[in-house]
Nanobody, 111 residues
């Protein structure tokens, strides 16, 4: 079964860091651009960051620029999101995306 599985979410204090991982299984995603999105209850899912298949190009939402870093390891079929200087407003369920969505991982930042 082809799937994306996120991990690394949790509870962190404002100013802290977390590293999310998204492991793809079932087939390789090395030819796909991959991205991270997030959603809070009652709001639409929003773009956070994306990375090209080669890792040569990345793109970020203005709200996370300078704080978040997306990377990938195609040999491990995994994409990462390093989140630093976390803010209360970063609290959300974070989803990995390629040609499908992962199930999401909860990130909660306490103020």
């Amino acid at each position: 079964q082809v799937q994306l599985v996120e991990s690394g979410g949790g509870l962190v204090q404002s100013g802290g860091s977390l590293r999310l991982s998204c492991a793809a299984s079932g087939r390789t995603f090395s030819n796909y651009a991959m991205g991270w999105f997030r959603q809070v209850p009652g709001k639409e899912r929003e773009f956070v960051a994306a990375i090209r298949w080669s890792g040569s190009s990345t793109n970020y939402a203005d709200s996370v620029k300078g704080r978040f870093t997306i990377s990938r390891d195609n040999a491990k079929n995994t994409v990462y999101l390093q989140m630093n200087s976390l803010k209360f407003e970063d609290t959300a369920v974070y989803y990995c995306a390629a040609d499908r969505w992962g199930l999401g991982t909860q990130v909660t930042v306490s103020s």
